[in-house]
T-cell receptor
């Protein structure tokens, strides 16, 4: 079964509003979670690394004030897209490394559409 | 549906050895092909890509050629370094079904260990 749960799977919002996306690790503790963005049929782009108990690390070119990340606990990280605009419409996906395992575990992703 | 098969690890090599990580795929249409790398403790990064048959993607000394006739996208490097130790994922996009991400289908990953 899935080891990383992401919610919601789809969201439609109006320009100027904020949207929160949750990423939960199931049955394990994740001190680190990763947030990615993907445009249709393109590669994943790492946006930021979420660290429990400390500030997130953002990749170059990603606006930290626009994409707020909060790693609230060892099983939950949230990404908030603030004051969303149509160009923020994309597919957002999180992943969390399972301790002691090299493989990736993704959430199912969130399709954000800003109208 | 689409699928990606890659050799499972761990693959252990000595520094300066030649590296090949095999990747084959099944997909409808004309997918784009990718190799991603995940270094210890870091997020997934795009290593290289190829969007059509016979294209060669290259980056950081790694190469992979899109072979439609053999449905393969094998990753190669002539001389590996300890810093290449990571997990490598082959993926395709633009096929008929999605996988771990929207429209992307990933292989299970190959753990590469380079010893000095």
């Amino acid at each position: 079964g899935a080891v990383v749960s992401q919610h919601p799977s789809r969201v439609i919002c109006k320009s100027g509003t904020s949207v929160k996306i949750e990423c939960r690790s199931l049955d394990f503790q994740a001190t680190t979670m990763f947030w990615y963005r993907q445009f249709p049929k393109q590669s994943l782009m790492l946006m930021a690394t979420s660290n429990e108990g400390s500030k997130a690390t953002y990749e170059q070119g990603v606006e930290k004030d626009k994409f707020l990340i909060n790693h609230a606990s060892l099983t939950l990280s949230t990404l908030t897209v603030t004051s969303a605009h149509p160009e923020d419409s994309s597919f957002y996906i999180c992943s969390a490394p399972l301790p002691g395992h090299p493989s990736l575990h993704f959430g199912n992703g969130t399709r954000l559409t800003v109208t | 549906g689409d699928s990606v098969t890659q050799m499972e690890g761990p693959v252990t090599l000595s520094e300066e050895a030649f590296l090949t990580i095999n990747c084959t795929y099944t997909a409808t249409g004309y997918p784009s092909l990718f190799w991603y790398v995940q270094y210890p403790g870091e997020g997934l990064q795009l290593l290289l890509k190829a969007t059509k048959a016979d294209d060669k993607g290259s980056n950081k000394g790694f190469e992979a050629t899109y072979r439609k006739e053999t449905t393969s996208f094998h990753l190669e490097k002539g001389s590996v370094q300890v810093s290449d130790s990571a997990v490598y994922f082959c993926a395709l996009s633009g096929g008929s079904t999605g996988g771990g991400a929207d429209g992307l289908t990933f292989g299970k990953g190959t753990h590469l260990i380079i010893q000095p």
